[in-house]
């Protein structure tokens, strides 16, 4: 009786070593944790790049994908990779690049609203959009309000000013940003040619990003 405990608690402290030396070699070693949480998306694929070719996907069989929320994936810290994944319906898929992880990391994908879906609730929002414009700035009659774009969850509105005057030294496009809050649309900054995070710190910066890409107006959309 006395053998078989011996036994027993050997098997347990060996148990115990083991765990706590491939704790070490995890952590000491070249492979990190990598949790992945996500929601409205599908067929999340992690593959390596090809480190003399920058995002030149591996061999297929060198992806690893990913089948459920909370899902840790097994990454070479020394290695590049990039994970795709496709939206639900009307969510937008997307890439996102991976770091070279020094320490095991969680990745959130919360994908934004599709193009198409954006575009079907801006139709539904311009009008109350631009009157809330024109009621901001009813002397700046020199220019148009251009249709522009709803982005990320639709709660982001940008737009360009086109200028219509005659006066060619000034005949900047502006630029403008509105936040729904609340179910209202307000204004989050002033007309300007160019909007930076400098002037703008808590807004996001791809939402400024899209902004400032906005190309130049062609048409007349609205008169102020």
Same mark, same amino acid.
């Given at each position: 009786?006395?053998?078989?405990?011996k036994v027993l608690l050997a098997?347990?402290?060996?148990?115990?070593?083991?765990?706590?030396?491939?704790?070490?070699?995890?952590?000491?070693?070249?492979?990190?944790?990598?949790?992945?949480?996500?929601?409205?998306?599908?067929?999340?694929?992690?593959?390596?790049?090809?480190?003399?070719?920058?995002h030149e996907h591996k061999e297929e069989?060198?992806?690893?994908?990913?089948?459920?929320?909370?899902?840790?994936?097994?990454?070479?810290?020394?290695?590049?990779?990039?994970?795709?994944?496709?939206?639900?319906?009307?969510?937008?898929?997307?890439?996102?690049?991976?770091? /070279?992880?020094?320490?095991?990391?969680?990745?959130?994908? @919360?994908? !934004?609203? $599709? %193009?198409?879906?954006?575009? #079907?609730?801006?139709?539904?929002?311009?009008?109350?959009?631009?009157?809330?414009?024109?009621?901001?700035?009813?002397?700046?009659?020199?220019?148009?309000?251009?249709?522009?774009?709803?982005?990320?969850?639709?709660?982001?509105?940008?737009?360009?000013?086109?200028?219509?005057?005659?006066?060619?030294?000034?005949?900047?496009?502006?630029?403008?940003?509105?936040?729904?809050? /609340?179910?209202?649309?307000?204004?989050?900054?002033?007309? @300007?040619? !160019?909007? $930076? %995070?400098?002037?703008?710190? #808590?807004?996001?910066?791809?939402?400024?990003?899209?902004?400032?890409?906005?190309?130049?107006?062609?048409?007349?959309?609205?008169?102020?």
């Amino acid at each position: 009786m006395k053998i078989r405990l011996k036994v027993l608690l050997a098997l347990i402290v060996l148990i115990v070593l083991i765990a706590v030396l491939i704790m070490f070699v995890r952590q000491s070693g070249s492979m990190r944790l990598l949790t992945v949480n996500y929601k409205n998306a599908t067929d999340i694929i992690i593959k390596p790049l090809a480190t003399d070719h920058p995002h030149e996907h591996k061999e297929e069989q060198e992806a690893v994908r990913v089948y459920e929320s909370g899902q840790e994936v097994s990454l070479d810290k020394n290695k590049y990779y990039i994970l795709s994944y496709k939206g639900f319906e009307g969510f937008e898929g997307g890439e996102i690049d991976l770091p /070279n992880m020094d320490e095991d990391q969680k990745i959130n994908i @919360d994908p !934004y609203f $599709s %193009k198409s879906r954006l575009e #079907a609730e801006l139709n539904t929002e311009v009008d109350s959009i631009h009157k809330t414009i024109i009621a901001a700035y009813k002397n700046i009659g020199l220019y148009e309000i251009q249709k522009g774009e709803l982005y990320r969850f639709g709660e982001w509105y940008g737009t360009t000013l086109k200028y219509i005057g005659s006066d060619y030294f000034n005949a900047d496009t502006l630029r403008l940003l509105m936040y729904k809050k /609340n179910g209202v649309w307000q204004i989050e900054t002033h007309p @300007d040619i !160019y909007l $930076s %995070k400098f002037s703008y710190p #808590a807004i996001p910066e791809d939402v400024l990003r899209k902004i400032n890409a906005a190309p130049q107006p062609e048409g007349i959309i609205w008169k102020l």
